[in-house]
Nanobody, 119 residues
Framework: QVQLVESGGGLVQPGGSLRLSCAAS????????MGWYRQVPEKQRELVAR???????NYADSVKGRFTISRDNAKKTVNLQMNSLKPEDTAVYYC?????????????WGQGTQVTVSS
């Protein structure tokens, strides 16, 4: 079982920055693909960014060039640096840990943190 605790959400003006952090209680943190997802009411949760244990990343097109995901395997944390924020980035952001072994996935979610971009 993996517990994920997010922090760093809040209210920011358009063009501003926020940094989200996620602390994991995984004993083998490096094996997990860590991701940030977001969700707005009445819409499906969508991938924002994810990073493998070795540091390979991918991003949603809507955040490329503005958001940066990083991880510290020793500290068991994953961060999302969000710059040039737009009102459409407003959502609840969730940290995710995913691992699959022999076709059996392990998929864990944090409780979510609200990000509001508004003037």
């Amino acid at each position: 079982q993996v517990q994920l605790v997010e922090s760093g959400g809040g209210l920011v003006q358009p063009g501003g920055s926020l940094r989200l952090s996620c602390a994991a209680s995984a004993s083998s943190f490096r094996i997990y693909i860590m991701g940030w997802y977001r969700q707005v009411p009445e819409k499906q949760r969508e991938l924002v960014a994810r990073i493998t244990g070795s540091g390979a990343t991918n991003y949603a097109d809507s955040v490329k060039g503005r958001f940066t995901i990083s991880r510290d395997n020793a500290k068991k944390t994953v961060n999302l640096q969000m710059n040039s924020l737009k009102p459409e980035d407003t959502a609840v952001y969730y940290c995710n840990a995913y691992y699959s072994s022999y076709g059996r996935p392990s998929d864990y979610w944090g409780q979510g943190t609200q990000v509001t971009v508004s003037s």
